[in-house]
């Protein structure tokens, strides 16, 4: 099953799945789309009495592939630690109870009266990375037509945090490549929540074609109509 999108522009920006997107564009080469490397983060409550108004980083270690556990906590005040880093093979977004130890230690570093047996599991996330295990940390790759030879294909590789926090940003540098106003903010969120909506049908089906005068489905609102179809754009 291909679909063939007759548009401007196709704008790749599925976060973890961006690279297996990139595997279903026709004659995409392959030294174009960087290895992935997922790189799991879990978070631990903390169900004690909460020291702390605001955030705590631990003094950044170049052996960990992430910031360190730091403390964070939700509007309610509930207090909650992590994320850790560790490379994984597949993505599974499971807790790992045991790891309540080795959590504890780390943040003794900086609350010194923690107890242990009051930290809980909470939720885990997968980072799509772009560099390995005792790699140098990998920047965000946003490539346009100039990098995969493709007229009118953007694509964004290894998104990672702080990518949620500069997502604003983000979308505004992807529309100055398309050559959109960047100022409209309505325009660019409806655009990021459009090109999302359109992975999800596309991360269903085995192969995108994408040609010259077909690469991408996105044009600020009008994207919004074709997608409520559900139905490839010919």
Not at 9 to 19: E, V
Not at 96 to 111: G, Q
Not at 147 to 176: H, K, N, W
Not at 211 to 231: C, D, G, I, P, V
Request: charged share 20%; glycine share 8%; proline share 8%.
């Amino acid at each position: 099953l291909k679909h063939l999108f007759n548009t401007k522009w196709f704008i790749n920006s599925a976060g973890l799945w961006s690279q297996q997107l990139a595997g279903k564009i026709e004659n995409l080469p392959a030294s174009s789309v960087p290895k992935q490397f997922l790189c799991k983060g879990e978070y631990f409550d903390y169900r004690g009495t909460n020291p702390f108004t605001h955030l705590i980083y631990p003094l950044p270690d170049p052996k960990l592939s992430g910031l360190g556990i730091h403390s964070t906590q939700d509007l309610s005040g509930q207090l909650r630690f992590g994320p850790d880093a560790e490379y994984v093979e597949e993505v599974d977004y499971r807790v790992t109870p045991d790891k309540h130890r080795a959590f504890a230690r780390a943040i003794r570093n900086y609350f010194p009266s923690l107890e242990a047996n009051k930290l809980v599991p909470a939720y885990a996330g997968i980072r799509p990375k772009i560099n390995g295990p005792d790699e140098k940390p990998g920047d965000f790759i946003i490539a346009g037509p100039q990098d995969s030879g493709i007229p009118g294909l953007i694509q964004l590789f290894g998104i990672e945090s702080p990518g949620l926090t500069a997502s604003l940003s983000i979308g505004s540098y992807v529309s100055r490549l398309i050559g959109e106003d960047p100022s409209d903010l309505d325009a660019i969120i409806d655009f990021m929540i459009c090109v999302f909506e359109l992975q999800q049908v596309l991360l269903s089906t085995p192969l995108v074609t994408a040609r010259s005068e077909t690469q991408t489905f996105l044009m600020h609102r009008l994207s919004k109509t074709a997608l409520s179809t559900r139905q490839p754009i010919k």
